[in-house]
């Protein structure tokens, strides 16, 4: 699996995390370029169905970075959030996808070296648990190639 | 057997913006297959199963005329899945066309009569057709006088506008374009087409058959008007609208009562209408 | 046309050579129920259900198919153009089902091929099959057959009717198309009954037939209009416990509505047929948002007044129901339609 | 039972003629054995058709979705906690609805009814904790608390938790524990193991929706199934399709299901469903401590949060 490079979504708060992005791009912190970015106005903004919108079409892990607890612009919108993820990671989970398969993270947007690490960290346990198994819709036989 | 499902190819010819809103855009397709025009030869009031393929179907009227070779003509609304891509799509562009599908208005009962055909906003598509097939030079000995209701909101959602300011100069169609309210440089009528019809339409007799295609609420109060006036049941004539999948009589869902919209239809008289339950 | 005789031996020896040319389909106990599947090489039909929990429809409509596929691509030459979607049909004998579902496959296929147009999908696969039914000696209570116009030994959409013939396992097959006559050759099968079979055989359709004490009568339906019954005032009330799911249509063997869906996979895709019910709201949403049947009463109307009144009122050939009882069983709100029946023939 | 039906009749007659509400909803004897009906009692008369037994398995808030008169409504332990839930969602007002509380022993389950009769049942009484069922072949009977099912076995508030009028006395909650051993099951297996699991639960589903018909918590106006911009399930039978409805089905009953088992008690393909809605059950009480529908006046779990929610799974 060494030359297995995932394919991560990750939904990134435009108040926070998606500036962290940014500026861990200008300040030159390495991280690869593993992530297909989606800007969200919140992290409270993400639906179950898009995350199982990602796995259903391929995705290898789903990644969602909003504001730390507190700090949301919309006042309380990650609080919202958390508690959907802890039960849909939950739930998934209890499916059979493994943990790390869904990441979420705060991380503000003076954040670039934790942005950096931490996209390093989810690429580095995707790559070890290797290409996404379940929740994958399959090409049907008649059009496959 | 063949495959009632599977469409014509056919290429994007042309599109023009047809209103002012730019919510709908009259396409022209060719075939692209030699034969296949010849296959879909169709009377004016039918619709086809315009198909594009992994957004899906809809059903529309075709607004060329059987008279007009060499291409097909449709006007869409922009409004659900598929007419929110087909307006996005580019001359030039394959797609499917599969029809053409249902019945058209009755043209060998209405051989020899005098027609009213009374339109509304952006369902003046087959009556388009219907105009265009009359007014050729081939057919216009067939009818008697034709009288033209169109009505929109305002000038600029009139469909086919150069065609109505043609038609406009002619004397063998009397045309009655009505707008909602005032507008500048606008010479024709205004108010809304129930009130114009009642004021411009022939009187009812056995030879004079009304042909109403438009939103509901035009209908709502045409029906009325055109009673007053005298026009029986059978003498007037309409189409029907509703959601459709197969446009081939299985699928369904179209239905009003035992009559299918698609196959059955979509032209009835008043009087089947009135037989059946209101699900349209 | 010929009577055969089958001992349990010939049975299993018949169907293991009849195999040999045809894919066989038989009733399979699954998980707590019984349901249509294509039989692995060895696999006996579980004969032992009354009725399988969903009908055999699917053999002829699946619950959703593939039509045509296409590319998206544009590179393609073939660019948004639908290909038919390649199809194999084998010969097929399907065991064991139940003489008013075959008559419900008849009344598929009305829809099916309506004079204008063939649905290629449904009628490749029904001419494919050869319908080898079983009689049903012991009717259900819910069975309301004979009320609608077949039974449980109709024989209008069969190739063979098997009838259990009393002893252990054995059968009596009465051959009934050419298309019979030729699986039972395939089988084997040559030991002609005898004399007073058909006598037995008719001793037993009465006995079948008086078993069956649930009925339902239409004549006064047939005599209203469309509308005084499509305006009778009890459809709210007939249809308020109804949650407008789809266990009904999907369960009936005469429903036939489908839905049309595309689904993309990169700049591949297929066009599907998919299973639908008109119980649903988004079957008749229009695209400007009004909806003709909004409200649910309106959908569980629609179900009755196709079955019981449009249905016969366009083929003339008696309802859209065979009287199985699955709408009947299934139904989580007790929806039944011989009530309903009765309060429309009022 | 006997008793309660009595009850239920004389207090909705007497509501009715009253005019404190314009209708019941309740349920009425079905066609057949072992089934009753949901029944909207608009007169005294209509009163009399009113039924309670322990084939009452739908829940009735279901059928408060979209009304706008008065209505009295017999609700057993579960369906009273999804009334409070629909007033909390503002799906009817609290002045609205009268309930009338039924103290439940729990209902009886399709598929071990069937199994008890092992044919047709011709006939089902009931009377002294005994169901007796008659078949063709002969006649059985069973405790009745051997039928249950596996929603009411486990249940934790028998008694209505909103309550206007009750139907009879309140009876002795049984369970204390909250432990799920099917759930528990299933988290002891492998990842790959779970997802196996799942296939073979979801496989026979034919996406009928009665699951989501039968409950009461799916009211909105466009389903997720039914959304085509973006579409996000497909309709035909995959597999990831079906996993998905289900999936999306449960996670929007969660902090809101109270697991009154209708959508089990609807399926026609008799596929135990709760097991995704259980998960997410007891995910609420065991991270946030959440019952579902035990007030009318705080707001379920996801529509609310405190600022020390869990989050160790959080980087």
């Not at chain 2, 009812?204 to 029906?223: E, H, N, Q, R, W």
């Not at chain 4, 497909?234 to 996993?243: A, I, L, Q, S």
Request: glycine residues 8%.
């Amino acid at each position: 699996m060494t030359d297995f490079e995932p394919k991560i979504i990750t939904f990134l708060c435009n108040w926070c995390s998606y500036g962290a992005a940014d500026l861990a791009g200008v300040s030159r912190f390495q991280y690869p370029p593993n992530m297909r970015v989606v800007r969200v106005p919140c992290s409270g903004r993400i639906s179950p169905k898009m995350i199982l919108a990602a796995l259903r079409k391929g995705a290898d892990a789903v990644w969602v970075s909003g504001c730390h607890p507190g700090d949301c612009h919309y006042i309380e919108g990650n609080y919202y959030a958390r508690r959907k993820f802890t039960l849909l990671k939950e739930l998934l989970e209890y499916q059979g996808i493994e943990p790390g398969r869904l990441h979420f993270s705060w991380i503000s947007s003076a954040e670039g070296v934790k942005f950096a690490q931490v996209a390093n960290d989810v690429i580095a346990e995707v790559k070890k648990l290797g290409p996404a198994k379940h929740f994958i819709k399959k090409t049907p036989g008649e059009i496959a190639a | 057997m063949i495959n009632p499902y599977v469409p014509y190819p056919v290429t994007i010819d042309d599109i023009q913006v047809a209103t002012e809103d730019k919510s709908l855009k009259t396409f022209r397709f060719v075939f692209k297959n030699p034969g296949d025009e010849e296959k879909f030869s169709y009377k004016a009031g039918q619709f086809a199963e315009l198909s594009i393929p992994g957004q899906g179907e809809i059903p529309i009227g075709i607004a060329s005329s059987p008279t007009e070779k060499g291409f097909v003509m449709f006007t869409v609304f922009k409004t659900g899945k598929v007419t929110q891509y087909l307006h996005s799509m580019k001359v030039g562009e394959t797609m499917g066309i599969r029809g053409p599908l249902g019945n058209w208005y009755p043209w060998d009962t209405l051989k020899g009569k005098n027609i009213l055909i009374i339109g509304g906003g952006f369902a003046f598509t087959t009556l388009r057709s219907s105009i265009k097939m009359m007014l050729d030079p081939k057919n216009r000995g067939d009818y008697g006088n034709i009288d033209v209701v169109y009505g929109a909101r305002t000038p600029g959602m009139l469909l086919y506008k150069d065609e109505l300011v043609e038609w406009e100069k002619r004397d063998d169609i009397r045309m009655h374009l009505t707008v909602d309210s005032e507008a500048p440089n606008w010479n024709y009528h205004v108010g809304f087409t129930p009130a114009v019809t009642e004021k411009v339409a022939p009187q009812a007799s056995d030879d004079t058959y009304a042909i109403v295609c438009g939103p509901p609420i035009m209908i709502k109060f045409t029906l009325p008007v055109l009673e007053k006036l005298g026009y029986k049941h059978d003498h007037i004539i309409m189409s029907l609208e509703n959601r459709m999948k197969c446009g081939i009589g299985m699928c369904g869902r179209c239905n009003i009562g035992r009559e299918l919209v698609c196959k059955d239809g979509p032209v009835f008289t008043l009087d089947q209408i009135n037989l059946t339950p209101k699900e349209y | 046309m010929k009577i055969y005789h089958i001992d349990r031996e010939s049975w299993v020896k018949g169907l293991a050579a009849s195999a040999e040319v045809y894919q066989l389909v038989g009733p399979v106990r699954e998980k707590d129920d019984f349901d249509f599947k294509v039989l692995d090489k060895g696999q006996m039909p579980d004969l032992t259900g009354t009725d399988t929990r969903l009908s055999p429809k699917a053999l002829v409509f699946p619950k959703s198919e593939i039509m045509m596929t296409f590319s998206t691509d544009p590179n393609d030459p073939d660019c948004n153009i639908m290909k038919e979607a390649k199809k194999e049909y084998p010969k097929r004998a399907v065991i064991g089902i139940r003489p008013y579902d075959a008559r419900a496959l008849q009344i598929l296929k009305m829809n099916y091929d309506n004079g204008d147009y063939q649905d290629p999908y449904f009628l490749n696969a029904y001419e494919a099959i050869t319908f080898v039914g079983l009689a049903v000696n012991s009717p259900s209570s819910t069975d309301f057959s004979t009320s609608c116009g077949t039974g449980p030994f109709d024989e209008k959409g069969l190739d063979v009717l098997l009838v259990a013939a009393g002893e252990e396992g054995d059968f009596y097959a009465k051959i009934l198309t050419d298309k019979g006559d030729a699986w039972a050759k395939a089988a084997g099968f040559s030991k002609e009954a005898g004399s007073d079979v058909s006598t037995r055989i008719e001793a037993m359709k009465k006995t079948a037939e008086e078993a069956i004490s649930s009925k339902i009568a239409f004549d006064k339906i047939e005599k209203k209009t469309v509308l005084e019954l499509f305006e009778a005032d009890h459809w709210e009330n007939t249809a308020f416990a109804c949650i407008n799911c789809g266990t009904c249509t999907y369960a009936c063997p005469t429903c036939w509505c489908f839905d049309i869906q595309d689904e993309n996979f990169g700049t591949k895709g297929v066009r599907i047929k998919n299973w639908d019910s008109c119980m649903t709201g988004l079957f008749t949403l229009h695209g400007s948002g009004h909806n003709p049947r909004e409200h649910r009463y309106q959908r569980t109307r629609q179900r009755f007044m196709h079955k019981l009144k449009y249905f016969a009122d366009k083929y003339g050939e008696g309802i859209m129901c065979v009287g199985c009882g699955r709408c009947v069983r299934q139904c989580p709100a007790n929806i039944d339609i011989r009530e309903i029946c009765e309060t429309m023939n009022k | 039972m006997i008793n309660y039906t009595e009850n239920i009749r004389k207090i909705s007659s007497d509501l009715l003629k009253s005019g404190k509400v314009d209708v019941v909803i309740g349920y009425k004897s079905g066609t057949l054995p072992g089934v009753n009906e949901p029944f909207l009692a608009k007169t005294p008369e209509d009163a009399d058709k009113l039924v309670w037994d322990s084939q009452c398995r739908l829940n009735l808030a279901n059928y408060l979705t979209h009304r706008k008169d008065k209505v009295g409504i017999v609700a057993k332990g579960c369906d009273s906690r999804n009334i409070n839930t629909h007033i909390v969602e503002r799906r009817i007002s609290r002045e609205q609805v009268t309930v009338i509380g039924v103290p439940c022993t729990g209902m009886t389950d399709k598929t071990r009814l069937k199994e008890l009769a092992g044919g047709d049942i011709l006939t089902l009484t009931e009377a002294g904790g005994k169901i007796t069922v008659k078949t063709a072949k002969g006649e059985k009977t069973a405790d009745k608390n051997d039928l249950l099912q596996d929603n009411c076995i486990r249940c934790l508030h028998r008694n209505p938790v909103i309550n206007d009028i009750p139907a009879a006395d309140p009876v002795p909650e049984v369970n204390t524990t909250r432990n799920n051993d099917a759930i528990e099951k299933i988290e002891a297996m492998s990842a790959d193991e779970r997802w196996a699991f799942f296939d073979d639960l979801l496989s026979g589903c034919t996406r009928c929706y009665a699951c989501k018909n039968a409950c009461p918590l799916c009211y909105c106006p466009t389903c997720f199934v039914d959304e085509s911009r973006p579409q996000w399930v497909g309709k035909g039978d995959d597999p990831v399709d079906v996993r998905t409805y289900h999936t999306l089905r449960a996670f929007h009953c969660a902090g809101r299901c109270t697991d009154c088992g209708a959508c089990e008690a609807a399926c026609p393909m008799n596929i135990k469903v709760r097991l995704l809605t259980g998960k997410l059950e007891k995910s609420c009480y065991e991270r946030f401590g959440w019952e579902a529908g035990m007030t009318s006046d705080v707001r379920p779990a996801l529509d609310t949060f405190t600022t020390h929610d869990p989050e160790e799974f959080i980087k």
